[in-house]
Structure formats: C-alpha cells, structure tokens
C-alpha cells in the first residue's frame, strides 16, 4: 500500500468550532499567547493557564468532528495513512482515524511538572491544584509549550520521508519545526496545501486547494482515490 501523510493544523478544526490562533478571530486576541503557552508563565501562574486550558478541553465535549476529518478516514482502506497534527483537539481520533501524532501535546492528558513522560489520561476532567503525579509533585497540561522540545517531530519525520502522498490541511506554516515537516518529503511525493487564505509559504510544487476543510478535503480525497491503478489495489 501506498504511504498518505496529513499535516494538520488548527483551520481543520475551525468548521468544528474550536477557533484558529491567528485568524482575525484567533484564540490569541483573547489570551495573549505568551500569557499561556510557555512554562515561564506556567510558573508564574499556574492556576492562570490551567483555566485555560480546562476551557479548551470543556469545549471538546461539545465540539464534534467535522467532514474534513471524517473523509480523511476514506483514505485508510486503500493507504497506510499518518496523521500529523499540530492539534491538541481530539478530533481526529474520535472522527475514526487510527494513526495519529499529536506534535504540539494532547488536551485529554496531564504530566508531571516534572516528566513530561509521566502523563496521565484524564479525559474532559479538569486539572486542578489537588492533582498531583504518583510523588506529590503538581500536573500540568500535556502541551508543547513555546520553547519546550518536540519530541514527536521524529516520528513525523520518518513518516513523511516514505510518503506517496502529503496532504496540508488549516495550518499557517509559521510554527516551527511543524512547518518545516514538509521539506522532508521525497521528490516524487504529490503535495496538496487545503486552505481558504493562502498562506505566505512557498507553494511551488504544491496544488493549493483554495477551500475550507469541509469542501476541500473530500476534493482531495476523491482525486487521489481516483488516481488509485491496479498496482495501488494490488499491492
Ligand atoms: N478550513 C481550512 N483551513 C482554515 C479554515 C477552514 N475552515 N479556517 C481557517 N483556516 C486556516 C487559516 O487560513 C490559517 O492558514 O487555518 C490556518 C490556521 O493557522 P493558525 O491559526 O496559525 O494555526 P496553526 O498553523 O495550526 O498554528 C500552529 O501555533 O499557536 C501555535 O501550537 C499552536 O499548534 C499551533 C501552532
């Protein structure tokens, strides 16, 4: 079977009501994001950005996937399909896909402030100042923060070097090292960029696909099942 990498960024979950970061009515207008998003401020104020992030996963109890997510599924009887996602919604999963890497952190788990390796699976619970790790030690969001490493950039990596096919879908490619992911993908891998703005990145060798989630990516997924040849079914 052939190899299928989707990047995805927050526009995939935008149809689904959970607002972009940087569009005119991105997330960050309300919280700055260096109010929230990095451990310095974690530090400061840890009840702060806890509350932020209980807002975000209480939305997931009412946020439903979308048919973006839900035609990436189609894809998986034919391909060996990866989802990359800069997300930290479980969308994606709950949409039907079976592989996917969380890049920027999980909303549905917690970790220790002092191993991020010790994480803890609370579903849409709160975190709160009473949950403490197995040695006392306060949780946190399981998030990537501004400045902290990306443990899973390894894992996308691999996957994107033996893709057939790359799929971009919502993302403003600014946010490294996610927006780099695509420079690893082979020569002969078919890139297809699904937004409604088009972003700033250089598009050479990529079919920009001008729509929403919703719209484009059954367009794409119909096009590359459409390309399918016997020896894609065969082997
Ligand atoms: N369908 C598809 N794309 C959309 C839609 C839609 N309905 N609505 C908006 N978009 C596009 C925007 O045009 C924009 O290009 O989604 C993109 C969202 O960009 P960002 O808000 O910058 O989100 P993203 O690229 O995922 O941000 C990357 O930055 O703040 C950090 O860690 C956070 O994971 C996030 C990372």
Redesign the pocket.
């Known amino acids: 079977m052939k190899n299928i990498v989707v990047l995805t ?4 979950s ?2 689904s009501g959970i607002q ?4 005119s009515n ?1 997330l ?1 207008e309300n919280y700055r ?1 260096e109010d929230v ?1 990095n451990y310095d401020s974690f530090d400061k104020d840890a009840e702060l950005v806890t509350k932020f992030y209980n807002a975000r996963r209480r939305q997931l109890t009412t946020a439903m996937p979308n048919e ?1 997510h839900k035609q990436l599924v189609r894809l998986e009887k034919d391909f060996n399909v990866t989802i990359v996602t ?3 919604d479980d969308l994606h999963e709950r949409a039907g896909s079976k592989n996917v890497i969380h ?2 952190g999980e909303l549905t788990k917690a970790c220790s402030v002092d191993d991020k390796e010790e994480i803890y699976n609370i579903g849409y619970h709160d975190i709160t100042p009473f949950d403490v790790d197995k040695n006392g030690k306060m949780l946190r969001p399981f998030i ?1 923060w501004f400045g902290e490493a990306v443990p899973m950039i390894e894992p996308a990596i691999e996957k994107i070097q033996q893709a057939d096919y790359l799929i971009i ?7 490294y090292p ?1 927006a780099g992911l695509r420079n690893y993908a082979p020569k002969n891998c078919r890139t297809y960029l ?4 088009k ?1 700033q990145a250089d598009l050479s060798n990529i079919t920009f696909v001008q729509q ?3 719209i ?1 990516v059954k367009q794409v997924v119909d096009e590359i099942l459409a390309q399918m040849d016997d020896k894609d079914i065969a082997e």
Do not use: C, M, Y
């Open positions: 960024g927050a526009g995939i935008a149809e972009t970061f940087r569009d991105g960050w994001v998003a973006g800069q997300n930290i890049l920027h990537v879908i919502g993302t403003s490619l600014v946010v996610a699904i937004d409604p703005n972003p929403k989630a919703t484009g």
